[in-house]
């Protein structure tokens, strides 16, 4: 069931909720500990349901754990389904106790809205958009965009354009990195005959797209001092440049027919989107 869950989703959400939680202090807003300890809980209950709900969900000529006999993946897939409610229930929990303590503002409460949208429309029927070539967009923008802020909005009530134009090229690397997984995933994706965004756009149109999505993110990056910001701010995400550059040639070698070698492409497009959230993290929890 831990495998379920998916344990790299989590930690990617878990990270980009800190990013989102360090901002509000660089700007001036006091660190309130229990709002960050419910919400981080929030979000990450969130970011399993919509794991969970996947796999509930899932075609049935699909195994969910290889091996399983049919009574089995049924006991399992209902199992599944309680505690994803479970937890969808706890968030609107945690929602409301925020609200009575710490007054809910409305960007807040959009945002803790989008987020269980957002699982909904990911995994369940009618949408279930995972099948439908959206699926990577949808983590995308729930890992990447709503949840850091989340974060942010738990801390200090209102959006901020620092915020923002921060989440832009983020958004862009997840999607990125999630693209990659299709890669990896093809043959059994093709097998199962699974909707995904790269069955969706074939390896001729994926591949350009994917080094596009690299190279924007970190044009968006550069040019944030338009904005009026610091480059010493976002200085940090360029550390991870030589691995975005290290990624697209892995994946053009893979295109060009040499033989490929998906632990290490999946390894450096985690760490592209990973470490570029972490080393920002950082810099905005040092200053």
């Known amino acids: 069931m831990l495998r379920l869950s998916r344990p790299l989703h989590l930690l990617l959400a878990a990270l980009t909720y800190l990013l989102g939680a360090s901002i509000p202090a660089y700007l001036g807003k006091p660190f309130q500990l229990t709002p960050f300890i419910l919400g981080f809980a929030g979000v990450l209950l969130a970011q399993a349901s919509m794991a969970f709900l996947r796999e509930v969900f899932r075609p049935h000529n699909e195994p969910l754990i290889e091996g399983q006999t049919p009574k089995q993946k049924e006991t399992l897939r209902n199992n599944l389904l309680y505690i994803s409610i479970g937890m969808t229930g706890t968030t609107a929990v945690i929602a409301f106790i925020v609200h009575l303590n710490y007054t809910l503002t409305l960007p807040s409460f959009l945002f803790l809205f989008s987020s269980i949208i957002l699982v909904l429309a990911y995994s369940i029927p009618p949408f279930h958009l995972v099948n439908h070539g959206f699926g990577e967009l949808i983590l995308a923008l729930h890992i990447a965009y709503v949840i850091p802020s989340i974060g942010f909005l738990f801390q200090a ?82 550390l991870t440049l030589p691995f975005a550059i290290f990624q697209i040639y892995q994946l053009r070698a893979i295109a060009n027919g040499i033989p490929p070698n998906w632990r290490l492409l999946t390894s450096t497009a985690l760490a592209v989107f990973g470490l570029t959230t972490y080393f920002l993290t950082l810099t905005f929890w040092l200053r």
């Open 157 to 238: 009530g209102e959006n901020s354009r620092l915020l923002t134009i921060l989440l832009i090229p983020l958004i862009v690397l997840a999607l990125a990195y999630f693209l990659i997984i299709n890669f990896i995933t093809f043959p059994e994706d093709e097998k199962y005959e699974r909707g995904t965004l790269l069955r969706r756009l074939t390896w001729e149109r994926a591949v350009p797209l994917h080094h596009s999505l690299i190279a924007f993110a970190y044009l968006m990056f550069a040019f944030i001092p338009l904005f009026g910001y610091s480059f010493n701010l976002i200085a940090p995400a360029f």
